[in-house]
């Protein structure tokens, strides 16, 4: 007969007694911060506008919090979580929850394929490591099976670089900006985190494109034209491309031009539509 589901702390003091009992001691280095606050979880999942047909992958679901939450909320929730004692501790506080399942592994090695139906809508839910939060959401938007929206807890300045408008675009915003939509959709304090971090947090609300604007087969070379063109973003755009490209500059300076782009402007100041037109334009030899 199996153990009764354990129930999940109410308190910071309780939740705290729990990471003891665990043998959990949260790294800084690596940006682990459990959040309590019942609050936070509940603004979070309105934001995501989850609903009971709805499918969760949540990404890293820790102790717990946010998953309750979104069991409450949705029709099924998957969450993966790498840590064994992690994994032990929510098979026991959500045993007798038939929507919920868990898969034990490493995010960044699972496909999405590989655990949520193929051709089945979902959403991604996560409070993510601060040492993992870019790499994450890179490695979810470029599945062939993307989700349709993603609710990221993260730190607030890495936020606020992905939402960023021309001309304060970086690498990170357009390549997230080529699959979706972002938005800062509400700030964090610290003080709702063990231990409290020491950077300040938000949550970002992701609507992904039903399809990036160029194929499959183009977004190697507009991968490419991209990080050619902020390899060297002090430099101007043409001086950066030629450089990094290996291309006469002469060609690079009349590629612009074609596609309307000033030569002498600086990398963050391109919006990804106006990367997507190089892309589509670019010479022989850049990428396939």
């Given at each position: 007969m199996s153990a009764p589901p354990v129930p999940l702390p109410t308190s910071r003091r309780e939740w705290a007694t729990l990471l003891d009992h665990l043998g959990i001691r949260p790294s800084k280095g690596l940006g682990q911060n459990f959040l309590y606050e019942r609050g936070i979880v509940q603004r979070m999942v309105r934001s995501l506008g989850i609903g009971p047909d709805d499918l969760v992958l949540e990404i890293g679901p820790g102790l717990g919090i946010l998953t309750d939450e979104l069991l409450q909320r949705a029709g099924q929730v998957t969450a993966i979580e790498l840590d064994g004692r992690l994994a032990e501790h929510l098979g026991r506080v959500f045993a007798d929850r038939p929507s919920f399942r868990l898969v034990r592994g490493d995010a960044l090695k699972i496909a999405t394929e590989a655990v949520i139906p193929p051709g089945r809508p979902f959403v991604v839910a996560a409070n993510l490591p601060y040492a993992v939060a870019s790499a994450v959401l890179r490695h979810l938007l470029e599945q062939p099976h993307r989700p349709r929206r993603m609710g990221l807890m993260m730190q607030k300045e890495v936020v606020e670089r992905i939402c960023a408008v021309p001309p304060?675009?970086?690498?990170?915003?357009?390549?997230?900006?080529?699959?979706?939509?972002?938005?800062?959709?509400?700030?964090?304090?610290?003080?709702?985190?063990?231990?409290?971090?020491?950077?300040?947090?938000?949550?970002?609300i992701l609507d992904v494109l039903p399809e990036p604007p160029l194929p499959e087969a183009l977004h190697p070379r507009f991968f490419r034209v991209?990080?050619?063109?902020?390899?060297?973003?002090?430099?101007?755009?043409?001086?950066?491309?030629?450089?990094?490209?290996?291309?006469?500059?002469?060609?690079?300076?009349?590629?612009?031009?074609?596609?309307?782009?000033?030569?002498?402007?600086?990398?963050?100041?391109?919006?990804?539509?106006?990367?997507?037109?190089?892309?589509?334009?670019?010479?022989?030899?850049?990428?396939?």
């Open positions: 304060n675009l970086s690498v990170l915003a357009v390549a997230t900006q080529f699959y979706a939509r972002p938005r800062l959709a509400f700030d964090v304090a610290s003080t709702v985190f063990i231990p409290p971090p020491t950077v300040e947090s938000a949550v970002m991209v990080n050619g063109g902020f390899r060297q973003k002090r430099k101007q755009i043409a001086n950066s491309l030629a450089a990094v490209l290996e291309l006469p500059k002469d060609e690079v300076v009349a590629w612009l031009e074609g596609e309307g782009i000033d030569p002498m402007r600086r990398a963050q100041t391109l919006a990804v539509e106006e990367w997507v037109r190089l892309t589509l334009a670019a010479p022989e030899g850049v990428g396939p």
